[in-house]
């Protein structure tokens, strides 16, 4: 019997604590600031904590704000529907129809490779691709399609929603996967047994069985899509104003305040959409199964 | 287990319908020389040829790997056929779909769908045809309650015990009206209680509805109970097909008369035979083959004792006697003993 | 399992396929641009081959690059520090997992509120807190604090996966045969951990070398690589970004490869050492 025994209870504490005390102190404190600072007033460069009102209500009167939430959710529309169709085929043919365990990993690593590239150099890589000289306009222009280039390809809301799908595709099929895995292969027999066709084993066992996944998935597209701000700069050439890209704006010029206040909207609008969604799935009985 | 008297489970079975070729069909399943091989690989299964008869309760009995399992999923369709051919009433299914086979497979893990309650586990198949939801609802509880499970329609499988999930699994594999029902190890998870209980349903399900059963098993004791028709195989070869009577009392070769248990395989002269552990005695000498031995364990069982020795060179035989017998006089382990038989109770192996 | 393709399996292929394509495309336009000729620019077609975007990158500092040199040692020196303490912390709070105990939901559900909240948030709130002391910020402290608030719950989740799917009967019965409990980390549960751990560093240190948005107000005088990159993108013209790509990329690859295969050789080396000790 080791001489320092200390209680289970106890043992566990100090072995949370290191990964606590950063969790409160650099995520629930700061978060908790930036809460307080929406009520403060500011001058340049400089918050001035007194009680003020003013970032709120002109954050509440703008239309601005109203527009920059309805293109955020128009693009998370669209890059959800599209990463969920895709990351549903790409999980269910590597689970159910990719039969050597070896050619499985092969080509999850294949989708894993390009993610080692840097994420703004991966952004700059379409450019050869969509641009006004890139590879697609040559191909649309050398086959007749099109006799002048397309402009919309680059710099625009659609480069904006490709990029975002070529980068989240993979963080919605992975958990769709995780879950298609965890179905046993004679459940899947039994359904086929019972005369159900390959749709119908995608419909009315697979799907269900798979909620938890796609739970999680849309999880990370959600908070991917409203939190970024960098990746809709970068492609929309800085023609796209989403919410986050309005605060990224107003810390660049020193505005906290303002800042704050938008911040605290976008946070009780993505926690009210995952907390929601959680309400469907228990992740923590989901990741220990 | 009760039997409700009013229920006529044969009126949930489907008519019988005529014969293909106009003349009578005596088999439910044929199988003509069906061999399995993977990647071109060694054979799981090498030319079995197996013909059930009509209505009949049919084990596949044999260690593990020995192609029972893979013989049973050929048979559902599970698993491609690498060559022969498999006709299930009178009908060649070789390259036919799961569900146009007209078999139904039970899960030795049961498979149950784990979202869906044991109603609508059972009401699967309907449901994939198209059927309303009242109507296939009742159809459903029909089967439950052929299986006895009528008061847990609505529990989710995860609220079921292993003998309840497989009564559900049992009742969902019966409403697709399967000529054959396969059911792979369905005790082999239970404990044994249960598992003699279910043993004794599942016979009487198989009596009332009519249907061939094939069940794949690795117990003897199993086998030999259910069996209309025991299949014993080793390394993907069928090593005697037979009833249970005949497979206990003349196994073909040294191979069935070891792993059916119960036997003594012994080198008479230049022949090997078998002699059946119960026609053993010790102590006495009854006149017929006599080997002077060493008890080395005896074990109690009841009505029976079973009793192991060993001769000079080393090799051990078996006796079992009845309780009463051996009380009699019972040996002590090491004590110097004689084990005898009789001539007659030899049975000739093949070689 | 043994049954034949059905025709849905030759249409998922080709989904398969053209995804891979439009992973690879793009990657491959930038390996291939960086080669590009000195008159070429950032489309295709290559006007020769050279590799005078490289030069570009080396001579002089790399100047009109930016400072890519010094960004890149300093990502290098910030992932490698938060990769150990990921590890390490990550390792630690796992632990405190194999039990319920009371606050065990609060520390579960802070990591996954520090996983969901957008980066840019938690680390506009650690500027601001810093701001509201009076401290200025620093790479050695709310830098690398900013980067564990996002490596750290990922760690929690590979621990929390590893963990719960061991069987808890191995620590059971090396109790029963006398080991103390620091044995029986040592022993038991370390080498059954090992590949999540090293699993911790490598998700410790790509997160840091791939993360701008919680560092970047909070790492002080001097870029890392990805904010430098994320500077220059609207300013670049000529090949020499995806020349950079191109020598990450590779030392990326180096990096997860030799990882990989050091892991490998542990293994290896304790199953002969295991073989060794029963001969």
Same mark, same amino acid.
């Given at each position: 019997?080791?001489?320092?025994?200390?209680?289970?209870?106890?043992?566990?504490?100090?072995?949370?604590?290191?990964?606590?005390?950063?969790?409160?102190?650099?995520?629930?404190?700061?978060?908790?600031?930036?809460?307080?600072?929406?009520?403060?007033?500011?001058?340049?460069?400089?918050?001035?904590?007194?009680?003020? @009102?003013?970032?709120?209500?002109?954050?509440?009167?703008?239309?601005?704000?109203?527009?920059?939430?309805?293109?955020?959710?128009?693009?998370?529309?669209?890059?959800?529907?599209?990463?969920?169709?895709?990351?549903?085929?790409?999980?269910?043919?590597?689970?159910?129809?990719?039969?050597?365990?070896?050619?499985?990993?092969?080509? @999850?690593?294949?989708?894993?490779?390009?993610?080692?590239?840097?994420?703004?150099?991966?952004?700059?890589?379409?450019?050869?691709?969509?641009?006004?000289?890139?590879?697609?306009?040559?191909?649309?222009?050398?086959?007749?399609?099109?006799?002048?280039?397309?402009?919309?390809?680059?710099?625009?809301?659609?480069?904006?929603?490709?990029?975002?799908?070529?980068?989240?595709?993979?963080?919605?099929?992975?958990?769709?996967?995780?879950?298609?895995?965890?179905?046993?292969?004679?459940?899947?027999?039994?359904?086929?047994?019972?005369?159900?066709?390959?749709?119908?084993?995608?419909?009315?066992?697979?799907?269900?069985?798979?909620?938890?996944?796609?739970?999680?998935?849309?999880?990370?597209?959600?908070?991917?899509?409203?939190?970024?701000?960098?990746?809709?700069?970068?492609?929309?050439?800085?023609?796209?104003?989403?919410?986050?890209?309005?605060?990224?704006?107003?810390?660049?010029?020193?505005?906290?305040?303002?800042?704050?206040?938008?911040?605290?909207?976008?946070?009780?609008?993505?926690?009210?959409?995952?907390?929601?969604?959680?309400?469907?799935?228990?992740?923590?009985?989901?990741?220990?199964? | 287990?009760?039997?409700?008297?009013?229920?006529?489970?044969?009126?949930?079975?489907?008519?019988?319908?005529?014969?293909?070729?106009?003349?009578?069909?005596?088999?439910?399943?044929?199988?003509?020389?069906?061999?399995?091989?993977?990647?071109?690989?060694?054979?799981?299964?090498?030319?079995?040829?197996?013909?059930?008869?009509?209505?009949?309760?049919?084990?596949?009995?044999?260690?593990?790997?020995?192609?029972?399992?893979?013989?049973?999923?050929?048979?559902?369709?599970?698993?491609?056929?690498?060559?022969?051919?498999?006709?299930?009433?009178?009908?060649?299914?070789?390259?036919?779909?799961?569900?146009?086979?007209?078999?139904?497979? +039970?899960?030795?893990?049961?498979?149950?769908?784990?979202?869906?309650?044991?109603?609508?586990?059972?009401?699967?198949?309907?449901?994939?045809?198209?059927?309303?939801?009242?109507?296939?609802?009742?159809?459903?509880?029909?089967?439950?309650?052929?299986?006895?499970?009528?008061?847990?329609?609505?529990?989710?499988?995860?609220?079921?015990?292993?003998?309840?999930?497989?009564?559900?699994?049992?009742?969902?594999?019966?409403?697709?009206?399967?000529?054959?029902?396969?059911?792979?190890?369905?005790?082999?998870?239970?404990?044994?209680?249960?598992?003699?209980?279910?043993?004794?349903?599942?016979?009487?399900?198989?009596?009332?509805?009519?249907?061939?059963?094939?069940?794949?098993?690795?117990?003897?004791?199993?086998?030999?109970?259910?069996?209309?028709?025991?299949?014993?195989?080793?390394?993907?070869?069928?090593?005697?097909?037979?009833?249970?009577?005949?497979?206990?009392?003349?196994?073909?070769?040294?191979?069935?008369?070891?792993?059916?248990?119960?036997?003594?395989?012994?080198?008479?002269?230049?022949?090997?035979?078998?002699?059946?552990?119960?026609?053993?005695?010790?102590?006495?000498?009854?006149?017929?083959?006599?080997?002077?031995?060493?008890?080395?364990?005896?074990?109690?069982?009841?009505?029976?004792?079973?009793?192991?020795?060993?001769?000079?060179?080393?090799?051990?035989?078996?006796?079992?006697?009845?309780?009463?017998?051996?009380?009699?006089?019972?040996?002590?382990?090491?004590?110097?003993? +004689?084990?005898?038989?009789?001539?007659?109770?030899?049975?000739?192996?093949?070689? | 399992?043994?049954?034949?393709?059905?025709?849905?399996?030759?249409?998922?292929?080709?989904?398969?396929?053209?995804?891979? =394509?439009?992973?690879?495309?793009?990657?491959?336009?930038?390996?291939?641009?960086?080669?590009?000729?000195?008159?070429?620019?950032?489309?295709?077609?290559?006007?020769?081959?050279?590799?005078?975007?490289?030069?570009?990158?080396?001579?002089?500092?790399?100047?009109?690059?930016?400072?890519?040199?010094?960004?890149?040692?300093?990502?290098?020196?910030?992932?490698?520090?938060?990769?150990?303490?990921?590890?390490?912390?990550?390792?630690?709070?796992?632990?405190?997992?194999?039990?319920?105990? #009371?606050?065990?939901?609060?520390?579960?559900?802070?990591?996954?509120?520090?996983?969901?909240? #957008?980066?840019?948030?938690?680390? !506009?709130?650690?500027?601001?807190? =810093?701001?509201?002391?009076?401290?200025?910020?620093?790479?050695?402290?709310?830098?690398?604090?900013?980067? =564990?608030?996002?490596?750290?719950?990922?760690?929690?989740?590979?621990?929390?996966?590893?963990?719960?799917?061991?069987?808890?009967?191995?620590?059971?019965?090396?109790?029963?045969?006398?080991?103390?409990?620091?044995?029986?980390?040592?022993?038991?549960?370390? #080498?059954?951990?090992?590949?999540?751990?090293?699993?911790?560093?490598?998700?410790?240190?790509?997160?840091?070398?791939?993360?701008?948005?919680?560092?970047?107000?909070?790492?002080?005088?001097?870029?890392?690589? #990805?904010?430098?990159?994320?500077?220059?993108?609207?300013?670049?013209?000529?090949?020499?970004?995806?020349?950079?790509?191109?020598?990450?990329? =590779?030392?990326? !690859?180096?990096?997860?490869?030799?990882?990989?295969?050091?892991?490998?050789?542990?293994?290896?080396?304790?199953?002969?050492?295991?073989?060794?000790?029963?001969?």
């Amino acid at each position: 019997m080791s001489s320092m025994t200390v209680s289970p209870r106890a043992a566990s504490w100090l072995q949370a604590t290191p990964f606590t005390l950063i969790m409160t102190c650099l995520v629930m404190v700061p978060l908790a600031i930036i809460v307080s600072v929406s009520f403060m007033d500011f001058g340049f460069a400089e918050i001035i904590p007194e009680f003020y @009102l003013g970032n709120w209500t002109d954050l509440l009167r703008s239309s601005l704000t109203f527009d920059t939430y309805k293109t955020v959710f128009r693009q998370l529309a669209i890059v959800w529907t599209i990463t969920l169709l895709l990351g549903f085929t790409i999980s269910y043919y590597l689970i159910f129809h990719v039969r050597s365990n070896m050619w499985r990993a092969i080509f @999850l690593a294949a989708c894993a490779i390009p993610f080692w590239t840097s994420g703004p150099i991966r952004m700059i890589s379409w450019v050869p691709l969509l641009g006004r000289e890139g590879l697609v306009n040559q191909a649309l222009m050398g086959t007749g399609v099109i006799d002048q280039p397309i402009s919309w390809l680059l710099y625009s809301e659609f480069s904006v929603i490709v990029v975002y799908v070529n980068m989240l595709t993979m963080a919605m099929a992975g958990p769709i996967a995780n879950s298609m895995a965890k179905i046993s292969p004679s459940i899947i027999q039994a359904a086929r047994d019972q005369g159900a066709s390959e749709w119908q084993v995608i419909t009315e066992v697979i799907i269900p069985l798979i909620k938890p996944g796609i739970v999680v998935g849309t999880i990370f597209i959600i908070t991917a899509v409203m939190g970024d701000g960098f990746l809709v700069r970068a492609m929309s050439g800085n023609q796209m104003n989403t919410p986050a890209v309005a605060i990224m704006n107003e810390i660049n010029a020193f505005q906290f305040p303002p800042a704050a206040a938008k911040s605290v909207v976008l946070l009780l609008v993505v926690l009210g959409m995952v907390g929601l969604l959680l309400r469907f799935v228990d992740i923590r009985k989901e990741l220990a199964r | 287990m009760k039997i409700d008297s009013d229920f006529n489970a044969k009126k949930l079975m489907p008519e019988t319908e005529a014969p293909a070729d106009g003349g009578v069909t005596k088999y439910d399943v044929e199988m003509i020389a069906v061999s399995k091989s993977y990647d071109g690989g060694a054979k799981a299964v090498d030319t079995i040829s197996l013909r059930i008869p009509k209505a009949s309760y049919c084990c596949l009995l044999g260690p593990s790997g020995c192609g029972k399992t893979t013989t049973l999923r050929m048979l559902a369709g599970h698993e491609d056929i690498t060559d022969g051919d498999v006709l299930i009433h009178n009908k060649n299914v070789t390259d036919g779909a799961p569900s146009a086979r007209g078999t139904s497979m +039970m899960f030795q893990s049961y498979a149950l769908f784990p979202h869906l309650s044991a109603l609508d586990n059972v009401a699967f198949s309907l449901k994939i045809k198209g059927v309303g939801k009242t109507e296939r609802q009742a159809k459903a509880m029909e089967f439950l309650t052929l299986v006895q499970m009528e008061h847990l329609a609505h529990r989710m499988p995860a609220q079921l015990s292993g003998g309840q999930q497989q009564r559900v699994a049992l009742a969902r594999s019966l409403i697709t009206r399967p000529k054959v029902l396969l059911l792979d190890e369905p005790l082999s998870a239970l404990d044994p209680f249960l598992r003699v209980l279910m043993r004794t349903e599942l016979k009487r399900i198989q009596t009332e509805l009519g249907i061939t059963f094939v069940h794949v098993t690795h117990s003897q004791e199993e086998a030999l109970a259910l069996s209309d028709l025991v299949v014993v195989m080793s390394d993907g070869q069928i090593m005697q097909a037979g009833s249970a009577r005949d497979v206990f009392e003349k196994p073909a070769n040294a191979f069935v008369a070891k792993f059916i248990g119960g036997h003594n395989v012994i080198a008479v002269d230049d022949r090997t035979v078998s002699v059946r552990a119960d026609k053993c005695r010790i102590v006495e000498t009854v006149g017929g083959v006599n080997i002077p031995a060493t008890v080395t364990s005896i074990e109690y069982q009841g009505s029976m004792v079973r009793i192991l020795v060993k001769d000079e060179a080393g090799k051990e035989y078996c006796a079992q006697i009845s309780d009463t017998r051996f009380f009699s006089d019972p040996p002590a382990v090491e004590e110097k003993v +004689m084990f005898s038989w009789l001539p007659e109770d030899e049975w000739l192996l093949a070689a | 399992m043994g049954t034949r393709r059905s025709a849905s399996y030759y249409i998922l292929s080709a989904v398969f396929a053209a995804f891979l =394509l439009f992973l690879y495309g793009p990657m491959l336009c930038v390996y291939l641009l960086s080669f590009q000729g000195p008159e070429g620019g950032m489309s295709f077609p290559m006007r020769g081959f050279s590799l005078v975007w490289f030069e570009t990158l080396f001579t002089a500092g790399g100047r009109g690059v930016g400072d890519i040199h010094n960004s890149f040692i300093r990502s290098l020196r910030l992932g490698a520090i938060v990769a150990v303490l990921t590890m390490l912390i990550g390792l630690a709070v796992g632990m405190s997992f194999r039990r319920r105990y #009371p606050g065990s939901n609060f520390v579960f559900y802070s990591a996954i509120i520090s996983m969901i909240v #957008p980066g840019i948030f938690v680390g !506009f709130g650690i500027s601001l807190t =810093l701001n509201m002391i009076g401290m200025r910020p620093q790479w050695w402290y709310s830098g690398i604090g900013a980067q =564990l608030t996002w490596s750290l719950p990922f760690a929690m989740l590979i621990m929390f996966i590893i963990l719960g799917r061991m069987d808890k009967s191995y620590e059971e019965a090396a109790t029963d045969l006398g080991a103390s409990s620091f044995q029986r980390f040592q022993y038991v549960i370390l #080498p059954l951990i090992l590949p999540g751990v090293i699993g911790m560093f490598m998700a410790g240190f790509t997160s840091s070398y791939e993360e701008a948005a919680r560092a970047g107000l909070n790492i002080g005088t001097g870029n890392t690589m #990805p904010m430098e990159l994320t500077g220059l993108l609207g300013a670049a013209t000529t090949p020499v970004m995806f020349a950079v790509g191109t020598l990450t990329t =590779l030392f990326m !690859f180096t990096l997860v490869i030799s990882t990989l295969l050091v892991s490998a050789r542990l293994a290896k080396r304790r199953q002969l050492r295991l073989t060794a000790q029963h001969a």
